[in-house]
């Protein structure tokens, strides 16, 4: 079992930027491939963006792409989503997720097992 917390959500500009944190605990974090997803009010959860093993290609999504960072830290158990350059649009509550997903199913999110408890994320002026 991991289990998943994350920090660093909050009301924030358009333009502006946050930096979201998941540290990780239980089993061997680097074994596993992180990721994270949002899920904005009556909408679907959806991929932002996922890293199977630190070193691997990171996959992002089109709405993302070039605005947002994910990073890890094995050392530390932890996995980062830094976010530039906000927009209204990315308002939503976002997950950190683990799991060992196939390749091809990096952006679904029912192939992760592990979820932290979400972090608010609110883009507003």
């Known amino acids: 079992q991991v289990e998943l917390v994350e920090l660093g959500g909050g009301l924030v500009q358009p333009g502006g930027s946050l930096r979201l944190s998941c540290a990780g605990s239980?089993?061997?974090?680097?074994?596993?491939?992180m990721a994270w997803f949002r899920q904005a009010p009556g909408k679907e959860r959806e991929f932002v963006a996922s890293?199977?093993?630190?070193?691997?290609?990171?996959f992002y999504s089109d709405s993302v792409k070039g605005r947002f960072t994910l990073s890890r830290d094995n050392a530390q158990d932890t996995v980062y989503l830094q976010m530039s350059n906000l927009e209204p649009e990315d308002t939503a509550v976002y997950y950190c997720?683990?799991?060992?997903?196939?390749?091809?199913?990096?952006?679904?999110?029912?192939?992760?097992?592990?979820w932290g408890q979400g972090t608010q994320v609110t883009v507003s002026s």
């Open positions: 890293q199977r093993r630190k070193g691997d290609p990171i």
């Open positions: 239980g089993r061997t974090f680097s074994d596993y491939s």
């Open positions: 997720a683990g799991g060992r997903p196939i390749l091809s199913a990096v952006r679904s999110w029912n192939a992760y097992r592990f």
